[in-house]
């Protein structure tokens, strides 16, 4: 079973072009209050001797969630998406500036799911800070809408895309640690539906056909 969005990510050329770079991130704790994120490129597909191509230094907080990558504004380069203590850096891939920086009150809970939310053709990042979800725009990082219905924060299951509904518009589907499981409009934020589970919700939905009729 596999999600929608990761499908399509999966024949998207930004992802060819990903695996072909062969670029390898990870953590480097260099103290005991400080971390290095570094982005290692190795273009002779020998990944015994990597090369720093550019270091990233957190002055503060944890890198708790992973971090993903994705062409988010279209410029053919990735940008690296990174939940940092409670804020979200998004830095260039090539040369690791900060391209864009959000902070919210509760701060980040999820990784970024990024997508095509809207179908206007550009893709969205979609994650939770806070008591809200967020979609903002990848091109130009204007906020298209927010959805709050949680009491408090604390979510940690970074949403999922897809067409579950099987209309062509793609929706949001997270869960949260009050154990309610939403799918959300893509286009607007507005609810489709929610589900009650007994317990907190600690993974992302996973969307697929399994039961063979066709649809998600
Ligand atoms: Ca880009
Ligand atoms: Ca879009
Ligand atoms: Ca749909
Ligand atoms: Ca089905």
Redesign the pocket.
């Known amino acids: 079973m596999i999600a929608l969005s990761n499908f399509r990510l999966l024949h998207s050329s930004e992802v060819k072009k990903f695996l072909l770079m062969i670029i390898l991130i990870f953590l480097i704790s260099s103290a005991p209050e400080n971390y290095l994120l570094s982005s290692l490129y190795n273009n002779d597909t020998t990944i015994n001797s990597p090369i720093v191509l550019w270091k990233y230094k957190i002055s503060m907080g944890l890198l708790v969630f992973p971090l993903n990558m994705d062409d988010i504004d279209g410029d053919g380069e990735l940008e690296v998406l990174a939940p940092i203590g409670l804020d979200l850096f998004i830095l260039s891939g090539k040369d690791g500036d900060i391209e864009w920086h959000f902070y919210e009150d509760g701060g980040i809970e999820t990784s970024v799911t990024t997508g095509d939310v809207n179908g206007d053709a550009e893709k969205e990042i979609v994650f939770i800070a806070g008591i809200r979800l967020y979609v903002y725009n990848g091109r130009d990082k204007l906020l298209l809408w927010n959805y709050s219905a949680f009491e408090t924060s604390g979510m940690i299951a970074t949403p999922t895309l897809g067409d579950v509904e099987g209309d062509g518009q793609t929706e949001i589907v997270f869960g949260t640690d009050e154990g309610n499981v939403y799918c959300l409009n893509g286009e607007d934020g507005s609810l489709l539906w929610n589900y009650t589970v007994s317990g907190e919700v600690v993974s992302s939905p996973a969307l ?9």
Do not use: K
Not at 208 to 216: A, E
């Open positions: 697929g056909d399994v039961d063979g009729d066709g649809r998600l």
